[in-house]
């Protein structure tokens, strides 16, 4: 891993930007999540470490930046909420803009503000006086030290709910209705945790998982009504991946854990699929945000269980065709029939394992 930390801030100048920091902070531990940045956004010096691909696997601190006047501090630097931790996997310059891609790590809990924010580099984004007004300057993306005061990593969720405590109170987020976050996706009756693999689900076929997702109004009593309905849909793609339960989670009050039962398909090879956890009020461009998860699957294949399957149906039909041969009075070379049913047999039985069985 290099020797580098970066501090990537996303801002609420635009919709997406708004989305990416809701996602951060909904998206389970192990996601992927991609930011993007102009060049003139990035210092000269961090450009061409992240062109070259050397910053592969370096430690990530995201976060939101409020540029709103509300959001100023008294030097005129833009306040910044940490969110979450991360790891760079990915980096590309296409054109003049830089994509890099993250996997999501603890949560980031800044309690000491003051001490977070004196440890901060001079270089973040503030507002710069000119002769026209005021201008926006800075960087969104740069190397910071290795430790950050007052901040530290967390995975439980009374931290998510004090970084979102704290988003609430910025202005770019005060329309938001409420918050989620994916709690994680859970295995059998046991409910073993399935932990993210390269940023996908690696899921065992023909068995049942629950997904739980956990919402939250950090502005609401405890004992109100939540007010304008939300909901909540997980769409998965058929037919290695089959919902059991009803896929509508309805946001009906302040708070709530909410669970979503799937069951994966009999795959003999690897195959591939994925789930989408998205609001079902309000689209992209309105003044909330609609939080929209993609989290990729991969269904691992039983070719073992196929291969028995294969080979018990080969032998069943074998044994039934020597049966009704033998069972003649005049019957020919018997070694080449017994060869040949067997084989005709066996094919047939492993044709009915792996051509004709289906997901579910």
């Known amino acids: 891993m290099p020797n580098t930390t970066l501090l990537c801030v996303g801002s609420g100048m635009a919709p997406r930007y708004r989305l990416n920091t809701l996602q951060t902070l909904a998206m389970p531990y192990g996601a992927h999540i ?6 003139d956004l990035i210092p000269d010096a961090l450009r061409k470490k992240l062109e070259s691909t050397t910053l592969k696997n370096a430690r990530v601190l995201l976060g939101h930046v409020d540029c709103t006047k509300t959001g100023r501090r008294l030097n005129g630097y833009c306040r910044i909420t940490a969110c979450r931790f991360a790891k760079l996997v990915y980096s590309r310059k296409v054109g003049s803009v830089f994509v890099l891609r993250f996997e999501l790590e603890d949560f980031a809990i800044t309690s000491d503000v003051q001490r977070f924010e004196e ?5 973040l984004p503030h507002w710069q006086q000119n002769g026209q007004g005021e201008k926006l300057e800075g960087s969104w993306c740069q190397e910071v030290p290795p430790e950050f005061e007052g901040c530290a990593r967390s995975n439980d969720i009374d931290s998510w709910q004090t970084i979102v405590s704290k988003l609430k109170k910025c202005e770019d987020f005060t329309r938001q209705l409420y918050y989620y976050t994916v709690e994680g996706l859970f295995e059998g009756i046991g409910k073993s945790r399935v932990h993210l693999r390269n940023g996908e689900y690696v899921l065992r076929s023909s ?10 109004d950090p502005t609401a009593d405890a004992h109100a009504g939540h007010g304008e309905n939300q909901w909540l849909r997980l769409d998965v793609v058929e037919p290695w991946l089959q919902v059991r339960t009803n896929p509508i989670l309805a946001i009906d009050s302040p708070y709530d854990l909410k669970s979503v039962q799937i069951r994966t398909g009999s795959a003999v090879r690897r195959e591939h699929s994925s789930m989408f956890l998205h609001e079902g009020n309000q689209g992209l461009l309105s003044d909330r945000i609609s939080v929209e998860l993609y989290l990729p699957v991969t269904i691992k294949g039983t070719m073992g269980r196929s291969v028995s399957y294969g080979l018990i149906v080969g ?7 020597l049966l009704a041969i033998f069972s003649r009075d005049h019957v020919g070379p018997w070694i080449p029939l017994t060869i040949a049913a067997a084989v005709l047999g066996l094919v047939t039985g492993f044709f009915v394992a792996f051509g004709m069985r289906k997901p579910i």
């Not at 991609?34 to 060049?39: E, L, M, P, V």
């Not at 440890?119 to 270089?123: A, E, F, I, M, R």
């Not at 032998?315 to 039934?320: D, G, N």
């Open 34 to 39: 991609q930011f993007r940045y102009s060049s």
């Open 207 to 216: 068995k049942d998982y629950e997904l739980r997702v956990f919402h939250w």
């Open 315 to 321: 032998c069943l039909l074998t044994a039934q065709q």
């Open 119 to 123: 440890s901060l580099p001079s270089g």
